[in-house]
């Protein structure tokens, strides 16, 4: 008896000093019921678990294989939880969150010459800028987001405050022919852009400097292609409005005789580095040529139902090969950057259009929203799955709630039951955002206030439209 308890008290010391160090230290470990990786060799892990070093993956299986072969100062439980990759906002202006409800029930057009552009011309300035992206930061943090792409005004500012919330982004400063804020037009908005774009490249992993001419009806065919030989010129990526409404093809046909993708093709603009947001309107050679040129596609749907712009072909475009990606557009339009919402209106609407409710599987969106979104921005290298060797841009789901039980399929809940609250962990580049729902990198309490500021100062000296 005596015997074999101190056997077993030897082996207990032999796995704390030996087995313990033939495990590989890493920084963290981070577990879930299942770990939806959008990798085809190994898409569900029932009780698997992600080992985390250096910011990036280095190991994916079940939990015991994981705890086995390595050890974490850092240990994130997966009981109840879903570990899957962060969500990918492929479209918005992030920080026109202090806008959210400003004008709404409008046509696109109306919206942004009546509206939109006249109010950013009179509030847009860096502390509006410092406030609505911190403001967007903490909405997309709580929400699962871990990439985001930001199509708007006053990059270095925005930059800053992606660099200290820690979410990745890819930051596209917007150059356009006429004034907008700081600028005249687009000569001093576009060279400023350009500089932003030299500054930033390789300084920050995480954040992606981008170009971004609003759209073919607000940027001259000279313009669109300056911006697009800069892309080439200093390698980077390039984003536009694009097909948006119905509006917008008869005035690029009036104009240039073409639709507005044939339009970018004529001035040899379309290429994989090219993203262009919304793309409701193409017609079937376009949606060809799109797939030709590797131009990749994010869909808004929340926007383009709210704006009535229409309901974007995007069953016809995944079918024809296009990387499409999900986006919010920004939360005037929207009104929020709720991904999971975009994720639940894509599996639905597009089963409505074509009474076929085949159309689009949970998968398929799901993975739109991550891997999806990831290709259509060229970071599929780095981000959208959870595969060894890409970033740790992960977020853990939680499924206890009334709404997501019981559960039968995971996919399932995630795309027709989940909402972001449900979203408990953060992680981006291996770095813990929020755990538990708590958010670490964003003074809540202080933006709230500053943003409650801002939208009352907005409140008072609003022109009226006319
Ligand atoms: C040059 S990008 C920033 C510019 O775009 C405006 N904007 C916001 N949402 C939309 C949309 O859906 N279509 C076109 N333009 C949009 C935003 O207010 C900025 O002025
Ligand atoms: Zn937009």
């Not at 259509?376 to 992960?394: E, F, M, P, T």
Request: aromatic share 8%.
């Amino acid at each position: 008896m005596l015997i074999a308890f101190t056997g077993q008290v030897a082996l207990a010391q032999y796995n704390y000093r030996w087995g313990n160090q033939h495990r590989q230290r890493v920084e963290m470990i981070v577990g879930g019921d299942f770990v939806v990786t959008m990798n085809d060799a190994q898409p569900v892990i029932k009780n698997g678990a992600v080992a985390i070093n250096n910011g990036k993956i280095v190991a994916l299986d079940t939990e015991d294989k994981i705890l086995a072969a390595y050890r974490a100062s850092k240990r994130l439980p997966g009981e109840g939880k879903v570990l899957m990759p962060g969500l990918v906002n492929g479209h918005s202006h992030t920080a026109m969150v202090l806008f959210r409800g400003l004008a709404d029930d409008l046509s696109l057009q109306d919206w942004l010459q009546n509206y939109i552009f006249p109010a950013e011309g009179q509030f847009v300035n860096e502390n509006f800028i410092r406030v609505g992206e911190t403001l967007a930061c903490w909405e997309m943090i709580s929400g699962g987001t871990t990439t985001f792409v930001d199509m708007y005004f006053k990059p270095d500012v925005a930059a800053r405050v992606v660099e200290r919330c820690g979410l990745r982004a890819v930051i596209a400063p917007s150059s356009i022919d006429f004034p907008s804020p700081g600028f005249r037009g687009w000569d001093d908005a576009f060279a400023a852009a350009v500089d932003f774009v030299k500054r930033w490249k390789g300084r920050n992993p995480r954040i992606i400097p981008a170009l971004a001419p609003h759209a073919p009806y607000t940027v001259s065919p000279e313009h669109l292609t300056q911006a697009i030989q800069a892309a080439r010129q200093y390698d980077v990526p390039l984003t536009i409005h694009l097909a948006e409404t119905q509006t917008e093809v008869q005035d690029i046909q009036q104009r240039y005789n073409a639709t507005p993708v044939q339009h970018l093709e004529n001035l040899g603009f379309l290429e994989s580095r090219v993203f262009a947001a919304h793309v409701v309107w193409p017609n079937e050679s376009e949606i060809a040529l799109m797939a030709k040129r590797g131009v990749g596609v994010i869909h808004n749907p929340d926007s383009n139902l709210k704006l009535a712009s229409g309901f974007a072909p995007v069953p016809a475009m995944v079918q024809a090969g296009i990387q499409v990606g999900l986006g919010t557009d920004g939360a005037a339009s929207n009104n929020d950057l709720d991904m999971w919402e975009a994720i639940r209106l894509t599996a639905l609407i597009h089963k409505g259009k074509s009474l076929d409710p085949t159309t689009l599987p949970a998968k398929t969106v799901l993975r739109m929203a991550t891997l999806g979104g990831a290709e259509a921005l060229g970071l599929a290298d780095k981000i959208g799955a959870i595969k060894v060797g890409l970033q740790a841009d992960l977020i853990q789901v939680d499924l206890t709630s009334a709404h997501l039980t019981p559960l039968y399929d995971v996919i399932s809940h995630l795309v027709y039951a989940a909402k972001a609250q449900d979203v408990d962990t953060v992680i981006v580049d291996g770095q813990v955002l929020m755990s538990e729902r708590q958010v670490f990198t964003v003074n809540t309490e202080q933006i709230r206030r500053e943003a409650i500021r801002i939208g009352e100062q907005i409140q008072a000296e609003l022109r009226p439209s006319n």
